[in-house]
């Protein structure tokens, strides 16, 4: 994996699971490769597909189709939708 992938997904997994272990040293690996901007695109996009978790943890999401997985896809315009 080329380092700027390593650095985002490092970031991801902080953000995800524990944002106060983000260090200062990452942050400054991710400011080697990414622009302010493209770091808080990165942070909402995170956040974004990560929001699910509490329902998850409490057990209070809700099945597409009972039993079964659903795929979930983008058009050419990134908009998601399941089948």
Same mark, same amino acid.
């Given at each position: 994996?080329?380092?700027?992938?390593?650095?985002?997904?490092?970031?991801a997994? &902080?953000l =995800?699971?524990?944002?106060?272990?983000?260090?200062?040293?990452? +942050?400054?690996?991710? $400011? /080697?490769?990414?622009?302010?901007?493209?770091?808080?695109?990165?942070?909402? &996009?995170? =956040?974004?597909?990560?929001?699910?978790?509490v329902?998850?943890? +409490?057990?209070?999401? $809700? /099945?597409?189709?009972?039993?079964?997985?659903?795929?979930?896809?983008?058009?050419?315009?990134?908009?998601?939708?399941?089948?």
């Open positions: 994996m080329d380092p700027h992938h390593k650095a985002a997904v490092a970031f997994t &902080d =995800m699971t524990q944002p106060k272990a983000i260090t200062q040293e990452l +942050l400054e690996e991710l $400011r /080697e490769f990414f622009s302010d901007d493209q770091l808080i695109e990165l942070t909402l &996009d995170v =956040m974004k597909w990560n929001y699910q978790k329902s998850v943890a +409490l057990g209070t999401d $809700r /099945e597409i189709r009972d039993g079964e997985l659903s795929e979930l896809h983008f058009d050419e315009n990134g908009k998601w939708s399941f089948s």
